[in-house]
């Protein structure tokens, strides 16, 4: 349904076709065709299988074959296909590889994929990767991944929904159920999804400038495919700006030994958060008193209340959903008379609005070569200055 969605999107079908040849596994083809779920109409996307023997077709539901981590590895790293590819193919193999791992309580060598480990589950995972690689879309969000429900027949039995591989990958990913008393999200799907989406909400606040439909094989209740839209942020169609949501957790504290918070805010950061900041406030009965907020994404809204619960004298704390405008930034090594130093700039509107040096990489420089470290920023600064005046 993936591959079907990003070829209705608008990726070309013969480029990944000739994209997937590269792999150099025999035996297999996959065809696109025109098909409709519930009257909405899209792209059905199929691996057909080439069993030699009996020189007959069949489908990807009956044909299974079992390969370890090392075997994928070695058919995607001796292809000829681009190293963004490779590389998020066997980050997503690895995700699958880590989930069965735990699951089974063995190490990842020891792990044999077998439905994921089929020519077909390889296809949709390289497939994915070309897909991405050729629309090189700056940001991919996601909704809330709906797992469906009611049974699943795996390998070592029945479960519910989801799988016990898919319920691992999509930890710490927003989930919903119910929809359809059937599968609808698998590993190989839950995977692709963990690796390639930046942001998961289901808050719209793009242009969608096109949609595509991936039809799936059942029929339900509801249409069963996968909507993939192509769009730009609103407000800010070619600045570079992001909009991101995060969520601001804070609490007001007037009890707490002062020493405590370089600590606290130490954890937090070690846990993800975005930002710690400490404002000076003035509490009830006059008495002074200091609001502790952090910024971090909504992913991690519950580690980081439990460190502010656990870890400081606050007896609750406030959360609150924001969105967050940053600008696009681009990263470049420049050499400098006291060694490479990394350089951030800004773009705004498509254009270089300002840069500026790490910290990090001022103050190891300011400690190797013994010397204040204000003479290294004057150092980065003139050649800031000396590129902006070579682009005038």
Known sequence: MNLGALVDLGVDPEYLKSELKKLKLENFKVEFKADQRKGITGTRAHVLIIEKKRKSQISHDQHHHSRNLHDIKEIINQSSLNDFVKIKSLEIFQKIAEAEAKIHGK????????????????????????????LKPDKIMSSSVEVGGGFVQCEHGIFPVPAPATAEILKNIPVKSGAVQSETTTPTGAAILATMVIEFTDKIQFTIHKTGYGIGSKDFDIPNVLRVHLGV??????????????????CNIDDMNPEMYGHIMDLLFEKGADDVFITPIIMKKARPASKLSVLCSPEIDNEIINILLTHTTSFGVRIQKLDKIVLKREFQKIITKYGPVTLKTAIYKGKKLKSKPEYEDCIRIAKEKNIPVHLVYQEINKLIASFNSDDD
Do not use: K, R
Request: aromatic residues 4%; hydrophobic residues 45%; proline residues 2%.
């Open 107 to 134: 190490s990842i060598d020891q792990i044999h994929f077998h439905e994921v480990g089929a020519i077909d589950s390889i296809v949709d995972i390289v497939g994915a990767a070309v897909c991405i690689d050729y």
């Open 233 to 250: 942020l609103i407000g800010h169609p070619v600045s570079g700006e992001e909009v991101h949501t995060v969520s601001l957790v804070e």
